[in-house]
T-cell receptor, first 113, second 117 residues
């Protein structure tokens, strides 16, 4: 199974950009990179996903390395509401394991007012 | 619109009792998933339903666990003869349709926190 490696925790000041890294050196060609986050006492929430090109949406940006062995989730201006555990996961396009989400421990982001 | 809802939000039970957890998915979502999250841990897949197809039960940890879904609506997860190691948050998610990793976004409910004494 393709796996990801993330730092256990990170801190950011409010209203500053945050770059959350993820390493996935064993990624296969059909694996999509997904990010979810989980606020305290809530269910996980989809953030963004991509395959090869960088992606932007209203929540965040996803920067994917050219060799796809790493990616970075970018929050452009951290707010207190962004304090959560962020999970980087790989999902095959099809076949076994493509539909279920498997989270590791993720990165706990703290935002300092 | 309404998101995924789960009930109860908290459940405390005694070892050996049966419990039933409920999930109401987003209307129109054909795929429904159950996950378990132990304290401080990641997500553990339990079971998923897609329309009228046979559910994928490959993640259920023992035969004490079972789940049902009525059509494309409500689902119930039943745990029989609960054990202390069953204590966890049980999360339900739904998506428009179960599909590969590039197109399927799962929307989660708030979870049911189960405590087995």
């Amino acid at each position: 199974d393709a796996k990801t490696t993330q730092p256990n925790s990170m801190e950011s000041n409010e209203e500053e950009p945050v770059h959350l890294p993820c390493n996935h050196s064993t990624i296969s060609g059909t694996d999509y990179i997904h990010w979810y986050r989980q606020l305290p006492s809530q269910g996980p929430e989809y953030v963004i996903h991509g395959l090869t090109s960088n992606v932007n949406n209203r929540m965040a940006s996803l920067a994917i390395a050219e060799d796809r062995k790493s990616s970075t989730l970018i929050l452009h201006r951290a707010t207190l509401r962004d304090a959560a555990v962020y999970y980087c996961i790989l999902r095959p396009y099809s076949g076994a394991g493509s539909y279920q989400l498997t989270f590791g421990k993720g990165t706990k982001l703290s935002v300092i007012p | 619109g309404a998101g995924v809802s789960q009930s109860p939000s908290n459940k405390v039970t005694e070892k050996g009792k049966d419990v039933e957890l409920r999930c109401d998915p987003i209307s129109g979502h054909t795929a429904l998933y159950w996950y378990r999250q132990r304290l401080g841990q990641g997500l553990e897949f339990l079971i998923y339903f897609q329309g009228n197809s046979a559910p994928d039960k490959s993640g259920l940890p023992s035969d004490r666990f079972s789940a049902e879904r009525t059509g494309e609506s409500v689902s119930t997860l039943t745990i029989q003869r609960t054990q202390q190691e069953d204590s966890a948050v049980y999360l339900c998610a739904s998506s428009l349709r179960a599909s590969g990793g590039g197109t399927d976004t799962q929307y989660f409910g708030p979870g049911t926190r189960l405590t087995v004494l």
